[in-house]
């Protein structure tokens, strides 16, 4: 069993960067898809970026330029580099991961009934 726990969040003002962290720990092991998510108030849970094993990533359209996604598998730990925070970027962040493999792209709109590990969240709340 493999537990996720995010780290990183918190209050920024529009412009900001933070950067958020998921720590795993447990059995890690093959870990192939790994992601981030994010669910804003009254909104549903939406992809924001995906990484897989091989570094292949995909982004939503909407942070672009904006967030890079990383691991450090020596580390057991995701990562999500958020610069350029807007306002719309508030939610609530969880990462996710699984040992299947899939589409980076797919797994961006499908990952919410894909991934078998989630992490409980951590708050994003950028200000204008």
């Known amino acids: 069993q493999a537990q996720l726990v995010e780290s990183g969040g918190g209050s920024v003002q529009a412009e900001g960067s933070l950067r958020l962290s998921c720590a795993a720990s447990g059995y890690t092991i093959n870990m192939n898809s790994m992601g981030w998510f994010r669910q804003a108030p009254g909104k549903e849970r939406e992809g924001v970026a995906i990484?897989?094993?091989?570094?292949?990533?995909a982004y939503a359209d909407s942070v672009k330029g904006r967030f890079t996604i990383s691991q450090d598998n020596a580390e057991n730990t995701l990562y999500l580099q958020m610069n350029s925070l807007k306002p719309e970027d508030t939610a609530m962040y969880y990462c996710?991961?699984?040992?299947?493999?899939?589409?980076?792209?797919?797994?961006?709109?499908?990952?919410?009934?894909?991934?078998?590990?989630w992490g409980q969240g951590t708050q994003v709340t950028v200000s204008a």
């Open positions: 990484i897989d094993s091989e570094d292949n990533t």
């Open positions: 996710a991961a699984d040992r299947r493999s899939a589409s980076t792209w797919w797994l961006l709109l499908h990952g919410n009934t894909f991934f078998e590990y």
